[in-house]
């Protein structure tokens, strides 16, 4: 009985993994929900990222990969482990599904109130949704938007290089509204990983645009180096 019980589990194990579907990027959208990011600054980010799925250049972009889809999930992020999942894993392919996904960012409720801003704990957090999920990605990213250094929790250097060495690329919105030169610290400390960048946003205003442009930069396939 317990060989057969092992055999059904292993066979279990397989029939999951087998079952992953295929798409061209795995993402991980992190928002920044920190204290030094009040109403109006988060939902301006909510506000960029569905104008942004709403755009039929991004529809484009995502029909124009090999397997016309991309799986994306959406998390706020502040204190060391304090991190949430606003919206689950979500295949997009098409104008519909991504219309869909921007409804949903419309009607999500800011879930963590106020804390510090861990970084290292954020990309540690969204680094792990990619396991079991369901979705097997040509490439896996995780794209962190926020206005301030890492100040709380593990040493923002260790965890990123345990993110980037498991091929998960790390991308960045710097909003420079309260720290001048956020971009170069997040060009120097956090990116890594295949065609990595950082997008600069004068302000979470910036942001709206800035996003969209993001997002297609991350949809669209970087050059290999």
């Known amino acids: 009985m317990r060989l057969l019980l092992l055999a059904l589990a292993a066979a279990a194990g397989w029939s999951a993994e087998t079952r992953a579907e295929p798409v061209d990027l795995e993402l991980v959208l992190a928002v920044d929900s920190s204290a ?14 569905a104008y942004a799925f709403r755009d039929p250049d991004l529809i484009a972009a995502i029909g124009n990969g090999r397997h016309g889809a991309v799986a994306v999930v959406l998390m706020e992020w502040a204190s060391t482990g304090r991190n949430e999942i606003v919206l689950p894993w979500t295949r997009i392919r098409d104008a519909a599904d991504a219309a869909a996904f921007a409804d949903r960012i419309d009607r999500s409720p800011r879930q963590i109130q106020t804390g510090a801003t861990s970084i290292s704990s954020a990309i540690r957090f969204a680094n792990a949704l990619f396991d079991d999920n369901g979705y097997e990605g040509t490439r896996r990213t995780i794209d962190v938007s926020g206005d301030g250094y890492n100040n709380q929790g593990e ?20 909003i420079e509204n309260q720290v001048l030169g956020l971009g170069d610290y997040f ?35 970087p050059p290999m180096s």
């Open 187 to 221: 060009e120097d400390q956090l990116i890594g990983g295949l065609g990595a960048f950082v997008i600069r946003a004068d302000s979470y205003r910036d942001y709206l645009g800035k996003i969209r442009r993001k997002l297609l930069r991350e949809i669209q396939a």
């Open 36 to 49: 030094s990011v009040d109403y109006i600054e988060f939902n301006l980010q909510l506000e960029g990222l």
């Open 155 to 174: 040493a923002l250097s260790s965890a990123r290089a345990e993110v980037l060495a498991s091929g998960t690329t790390i991308n960045a919105l710097a």
